[in-house]
């Protein structure tokens, strides 16, 4: 039914812009996601009889505050909170009531109080993109290499002790920003980096490719971000290092669809004017003398946009940032990608040397450490031990194309 779908298309595109405007007011994220879930379950009930609303964002706005205000009014818990909601409510029947592209943004509020100390640190991000950004748990735990059981259990305890402890969300001082800038960051581009799996054909074989949601929303996300806090290095980073991503999205499928790894790919395919755009805020950054993480991501990225330039690739230089990402955030990505780097430099034994100097314990589900162990296999001619290695990185790819060009390397051997 169209009115299904419509609701569909809206929790998808103002799921995260409803819950943020109505908790950065009402202070309670439970309160919020279950009125939230409400109206759109009224939506489903509701269009399909009366007729899809013009200004559909307003409309679950409108009965979202309803459900609060009453949920107030019964529990006397939030009663300082309810003439703010009732002064908010008088806006509903207003011709000015927020709705579509005029919904204040207050992502990035809602966010910042994500970051609450109260909550456990390695749960703040987490609770970011599930709450502001509408990401399930099998989702997050996949940017976190955890099983999605363990990440939802997670969430669970993190909401049960803001309803237990009743936490209250206040916006952060100014001087409270810097210390929760870094959760905000983290989960602006877990969000991109989810988003970048959602690539999609438009028209017949040979038409151009077009991005998920989340990777264009977390952009915008960055790029408010910038304007909030223009002085810190590592905001300009991370829209660095997702536009220097983005500006590859074409490429990254051949004409028929099929996956391409970057060194293989068209570089007459990228976007000038997004590289462009990625540069100069990789330099706005190192105006400040503040390295950080993102910055030396988006300056890995920049090594390999040269390509587009000088026609071939400084896997030295590449390979000489990791080092210093790893310094900073040793993370196993970082740990990963510097053997492939190492690899391309000094040879495919220097760079499975660094791959199995890496506990086994950590890699066991970890697709991309597979992914390499079966290609430089591959290179150093011990096709057995790349067969298993293949074999495996195919059982934990998630993406169809990746399993395809995975199956397309071991057919090969």
């Not at 053997?339 to 199995?356: I, S």
């Amino acid at each position: 039914m169209e009115s299904h779908r419509i609701v569909e298309q809206t929790a998808r595109e103002a799921y995260g812009r409803l819950l943020s405007y109505l908790t950065v007011h009402w202070r309670n994220p439970q309160d919020v996601e279950d009125a939230l879930g409400d109206a759109f379950l009224s939506a489903l009930q509701t269009w399909s009889k009366t007729g899809i609303p013009e200004k559909t964002e307003a409309w679950l706005l409108t009965i979202a505050r309803r459900r609060l205000i009453d949920r107030a009014r019964r529990s006397r818990v939030s009663a300082e909170a309810l003439p703010t909601l009732l002064a908010m409510s008088g806006e509903a029947g207003h011709p000015s009531a927020p709705s579509g592209a005029e919904l204040p943004d207050e992502r990035l509020a809602m966010m910042l109080l994500c970051a609450h100390p109260a909550i456990e640190p390695a749960m703040r991000t987490p609770l970011m993109l599930q709450t502001v950004l509408g990401m399930d748990a099998a989702r997050i735990a996949s940017a976190f290499i955890v099983k999605p059981s363990t990440m939802g259990q997670r969430l669970t305890r993190v909401k049960a002790k803001i309803r237990a402890e009743r936490l209250t969300f206040e916006p952060a001082d100014a001087e409270e920003i810097p210390g929760r800038l870094d959760s905000v960051l983290e989960a602006v581009y877990a969000a991109y980096g989810s988003g970048w799996d959602e690539v999609a054909a438009v028209g017949s074989p040979g038409g151009s490719w077009a991005g998920g949601g989340l990777a264009e929303e977390a952009i915008e996300l960055a790029r408010l971000l910038l304007r909030f806090v223009p002085a810190e290095p590592e905001v300009h980073g991370v829209l660095a290092l997702m536009l220097h991503c983005e500006a590859r999205r074409a490429a990254r499928r051949d004409r028929e669809g099929n996956y391409v790894p970057l060194s293989e790919q068209d570089c007459a395919r990228w976007d000038p004017g997004l590289i462009a755009e990625a540069e100069r805020c990789l330099h706005a950054a190192s105006q400040a003398g503040r390295i950080g993480r993102f910055q030396l991501m988006a300056a890995i990225q920049s090594v390999h946009a040269q390509r587009l330039r000088t026609g071939r690739t400084e896997w030295e230089a590449i390979a000489q940032l990791y080092e210093g990402l790893i310094r900073v955030q040793p993370t196993l990505g970082a740990f990963v990608s510097r053997a492939a780097a190492v690899a391309e430099a000094y040879g495919a034994d220097r760079g499975m040397a660094l791959l199995a100097s890496i506990p086994s314990a950590e890699v066991a589900n970890y697709q991309p450490y597979w992914a390499l162990a079966g290609h430089l296999y591959k290179r150093m001619h011990r096709h057995d031990e790349a067969k298993s290695a293949y074999s495996r990185a195919i059982g934990l790819s998630a993406e169809g194309a990746v399993r395809q060009f995975l199956s397309r390397q071991l057919d090969g051997l």
